[in-house]
T-cell receptor, first 117, second 112 residues
Framework: GAVVSQHPSRVICKSGTSVKIECRSL??????MFWYRQFPKQSLMLMAT?????????EQGVEKDKFLINHASLTLSTLTVTSAHPEDSSFYIC?????????????FGQGTRLTVV | GQNIDQPTEMTATEGAIVQINCTYQ??????LFWYQQHAGEAPTFLSY????GLEEKGRFSSFLSRSKGYSYLLLKELQMKDSASYLC?????????????FGSGTQLTVLP
């Protein structure tokens, strides 16, 4: 199946610093990618929809100035957690769906375990 | 908004059959997915239903009734490795994009 590569898989950063997470679709184009956050023993919560060449759409309660999303190409979206705090520690997962097959499964990246100390 | 309900936990015995139910209320329905997620890992695709009926794929089957807003995932011949969280997710229109909204997940424990 299609592959979505997410990097890094784990990151530890100091409180107040910024962290960038990359999400790449390796063998298909994705005009739309999705960013989720998952806290322990909870389900995936959609944070934002990343749109290639335009602004991301954020879910209610997600601070757009804190979670910066850039979708500069059809195969790459980035999520930057700015001024990270310990409460931002979570599992962040991106997903993408083949633009040519919009009703098919979403492919997930491997996830990024962020720990803010 | 979207509302997806599934049981929080289930326990079954190795070799048995288990059915995980999911009910949903949504607008702009485009299909229902089941994913399996092991702790600390990303979800992996199990099944997709957009029409009413049963889809069978090896030991796993998934059923959908659009009129009832109901789906289930059936796991046969359970193995220890099937212990995981099973996520029901609804694909729906949201603005110009199709989004996946996930249920809270059902943590399945398979006992020897």
């Amino acid at each position: 199946g299609a592959v979505v590569s997410q990097h890094p898989s784990r990151v530890i950063c100091k409180s107040g610093t910024s962290v960038k997470i990359e999400c790449r679709s390796l063998d298909f184009q994705a005009t739309t990618m999705f960013w989720y956050r998952q806290f322990p023993k909870q389900s995936l919560m959609l944070m934002a929809t990343s749109n290639e060449g335009s602004k991301a759409t954020y879910e209610q309660g997600v601070e757009k100035d804190k979670f910066l999303i850039n979708h500069a190409s059809l195969t790459l979206s980035t999520l930057t957690v700015t001024s990270a705090h310990p409460e931002d520690s979570s599992f962040y997962i991106c997903s993408a769906r083949d633009s040519g097959q919009p009703n098919t499964e979403a492919f997930f990246g491997q996830g990024t375990r962020l720990t803010v100390v | 908004g979207q509302n997806i309900d599934q049981p929080t936990e289930m326990t079954a015995t190795e070799g048995a059959i288990v059915q995980i139910n999911c009910t949903y209320q949504t607008s702009g329905f485009n299909g229902l997915f089941w994913y399996q997620q092991h702790a600390g890992e990303a979800p992996t695709f199990l099944s997709y239903n957009v029409l009413d009926g049963l889809e069978e794929k090896g030991r796993f089957s998934s059923f959908l009734s659009r009129s009832k807003g109901y789906s289930y995932l059936l796991l046969k011949e359970l193995q220890m490795k099937d212990s995981a969280s099973y996520l029901c997710a609804v694909l729906h229109h949201s603005g110009s994009a199709r989004q996946l909204t996930f249920g809270s997940g059902t943590q399945l424990t398979v006992l020897p």
